[in-house]
């Protein structure tokens, strides 16, 4: 099944505007507008109470929101539009701001690189819901060491990140569109590895995320984790990204779950350089270059589950073409340090159902459907290979079922016949070949 296709970058520039053509200074009424709510924010937090502002498009400079602020509008009619340079609204240092129903627009102004439209740092329970935040030349919204909530907003038509949180204190984000951005859906950064985030990424449609910025991989992904600690990432609807829906560099004890994922131009989701302690359990994968990716451990990565993910027609994306056949494109599923491979679905049509490679290091693939490949599983060999099981799969491979390699070569025989080479520490037993 196709949901169209990836958003080229001629095209997001287009959508989103050159990064200093909308550049002007404030207006005299915005200022003046600026000034007035401002001071009616102030006098509302002191009391406790809200400002509710009325239908209809109010254009401002950016402002500053004091600590305890609560804004509401008319949801779908209440617009803050930006005039001059942003954020357009932002704070900093604050026990709670809340925000409900209003559109943020800033395709009148200038947001700075590495800023958000809506920009907030050290917000100990911020709440943002019901918005929509669009046409911003950086970021969408750009969160700093906040915790709370982001439910139910639109974010579209963004330069850069769609949501950015860095060293998060436990957000959830919730229930929200997020699309056509220039370089990532939903970003989660720790400045150190393995730091506790807490982050809940659920439930949200996250489509049409181009790779403007380039390079190969940083950019291009539904949601990116970026060495935090203890992120969930569930039951999310992923479409049509140039690389891939779920990027783990780096980051401990994430679990991705329950995600409805399709189109990508590269592999679907990975755990790479350094991640640690990763979960991909139930979710389904279609049209990708290839299915999910627990890699780089000789540059840290080590422990996963991969259980009960259906991996369906991968196909040649727009991967990096000097990367070459090592990075195993057209693979359901690549393990390499301690992962168990269980009870996932691969069909074809496709390279590699399952690859243990890298050093091949206490690898379970067990009770797997494989079809329509060219090799049902692979297993590196050579010295350092350590412990793998192979054991009680359903295959039905064109060249082979379970296969040795030295290196990118395939080496002749097949592990499932009798009288097959035995391989130290390599256990292959019980599989079912249609």
Not at 102 to 118: A, R, S
Not at 143 to 155: D, H, M, T, Y
Not at 356 to 367: C, K, Q, T, V
Request: proline fraction near 3%; hydrophobic fraction near 40%.
């Amino acid at each position: 099944m196709s949901h169209g296709p990836l958003l080229s970058r001629r095209k997001m520039l287009r959508l989103s505007g050159a990064a200093g053509a909308s550049f002007c200074l404030p207006s005299p009424l915005a200022q003046a507008r600026s000034q007035d709510l401002s001071a009616r924010l102030s006098e509302a937090a002191r009391k406790g109470a809200a400002v509710t502002l009325p239908a209809g498009e109010i254009t401002l400079m950016g402002l500053d929101l004091p600590d305890g602020a609560v804004l509401k509008g008319v949801p779908g009619k209440t617009v803050l539009k930006l005039s001059g340079v942003g954020p357009l609204l932002s704070t900093s240092m604050a026990r709670r701001i809340t925000i409900e129903n209003i559109v943020f627009d800033g395709g009148g102004g200038f947001t700075p690189k590495e800023k958000g439209l809506l920009d907030f740092s050290d917000v100990i329970n911020l709440s943002i819901s019901g918005c929509a935040i669009r046409h911003s030349t950086a970021r969408g919204a750009n969160l700093a060491r906040c915790g709370g909530v982001f439910a139910q907003n639109e974010i579209s038509d963004v330069v850069d990140v769609g949501l950015h949180s860095l060293d998060g204190l436990g957000l959830d984000i919730d229930n929200n569109h997020v699309h056509r951005c220039g370089d990532n859906g939903v970003l989660i950064y720790a400045t150190s590895a393995g730091r506790y985030d807490g982050s809940r990424i659920r439930n949200n449609l996250i489509e049409d995320i181009d790779n403007r910025s380039g390079g190969n991989g940083p950019y291009g992904n539904g949601v990116f984790i970026w060495g935090a600690g203890v992120v969930r990432v569930e039951k999310n609807r992923i479409y049509r990204c140039v690389y891939t829906a779920v990027r783990n560099n780096g980051a401990h004890n994430v679990e991705v779950i329950g995600n409805d994922c399709r189109t990508f131009g590269e592999k679907a989701m990975y755990a790479e350089f350094g991640a640690k302690n990763s979960t991909f359990k139930d979710n389904h994968i279609e049209d990708a270059g290839a299915g999910i990716a627990v890699a780089n451990a000789d540059k840290g990565t080590d422990g996963a589950i991969v259980s009960g993910n259906t991996i369906v027609n991968m196909r040649k994306g727009v991967n990096d073409p000097e990367f070459g056949p090592e990075m195993l494109w057209l693979t359901g599923i690549l393990a390499e340090k301690n992962v168990d491979v269980t009870g996932n679905k691969i069909v074809g049509p496709g390279w590699i159902g399952i690859a243990l490679g890298g050093w091949r290091e206490n690898l379970r693939a067990e009770a797997n459907d494989i079809s329509g490949v060219d090799y049902g599983v692979v297993l590196a060999t050579g010295d350092g290979a350590g412990d793998a099981l192979v054991a009680r799969n359903r295959i039905s491979a064109r060249k082979g079922a379970v296969i040795a390699t030295a290196g990118m070569n395939f080496l002749p025989g097949d592990l499932t016949k009798p009288g097959a080479k035995n391989y130290p520490r390599l256990v292959v037993r019980d599989n079912v070949l249609l």
